[in-house]
């Protein structure tokens, strides 16, 4: 199965910060990469689709950008509610796989 | 809207069946993928298996492949997700899925259900 490697596996920030969380996959995904956003006792929540489109309702503070087998997620200014874990997914084959999690904290 | 909503949570004990749904509405029901993620206490995301309802083509991650059952109900547009046998390690939240095609028609979750199994 194709591997998601995320790093780094703990990012600590303040507020208005940028934050870059980086995805690497084991073999070629093209672009069907997406990055989710939990928290705790919540459902994972889409961000970005296919490497670089925003879902629906997605602040443009949140940027997705790669193809083929290593990715990035920007958030250019961290706001008290992005902290928070960011995963990354691959469904270009299955078994679909998601990264191990990027965990943003508060610094 | 796509909305899935899932059922309650459940507390088993080992060696207990289950079944778990995902009700799903606004969308054609029959014609895209629908699985199942768990995610353990604490830990990351995994992907069970997916169903696709027209034809009910079958996907499991190997690990998980005999452990359940994935099923779907075109008739009612519900997944399902099943054991025969619960073991405490299949403790954990789990969460139906909906996969999309190409942008906008992105992918959609469930709430998800919290499964305990505990003696």
């Known amino acids: 199965e194709i591997v998601l490697t995320q790093s780094p596996a703990t990012l600590s920030l303040s507020p208005g910060e940028r934050a870059t969380l980086a995805c690497r996959a084991s073999?070629?995904?093209?672009?069907?990469l997406a990055w989710y956003q939990q928290k705790p006792g919540q459902p994972p929540r889409l961000l970005i689709y296919?490497?670089?489109n925003r879902a629906t309702g997605i602040p443009a503070r949140f940027s997705g950008s790669g193809s083929g087998t290593d990715f990035t997620l920007t958030i250019s200014s961290l706001e008290p509610e992005d902290f928070a874990v960011y995963y990354c997914?691959?469904?270009?084959?299955?078994?679909?796989?998601f990264g191990q999690g990027t965990k943003v904290e508060i610094k | 809207e796509v909305q899935l909503v899932q059922s309650g949570a459940e507390v088993k004990r080992p060696g207990e069946s289950l079944k778990i749904s995902c009700s799903a509405s606004?969308?054609?029901?029959?014609?895209?993928?629908i699985g199942w993620v768990r995610q353990l206490p604490g830990k990351g995301l995994e992907w069970i298996g997916i169903?696709?309802?027209?034809?009910?083509?079958?996907k499991y991650r190997p690990s998980f492949q005999g452990q359940v059952t994935i099923s779907a109900d075109t008739s009612i547009s519900a997944a399902y997700l099943e054991w025969s046998s619960l073991k405490a390690s299949d403790s954990g939240m789990y969460f139906c899925?909906?996969?999309?095609?190409?942008?906008?028609?992105?992918?959609?979750w469930g709430q998800g259900t919290l499964v305990t199994v505990s003696s």
């Open positions: 899925v909906r996969e999309g095609r190409i942008f906008p028609d992105t992918d959609s």
């Open positions: 606004g969308y054609n029901f029959r014609s895209y993928w």
């Open positions: 169903i696709y309802p027209r034809d009910s083509d079958t």
């Open positions: 073999e070629y995904v093209s672009s069907f």
């Open positions: 296919d490497a670089s």
């Open positions: 997914h691959q469904r270009f084959v299955w078994p679909r796989t």
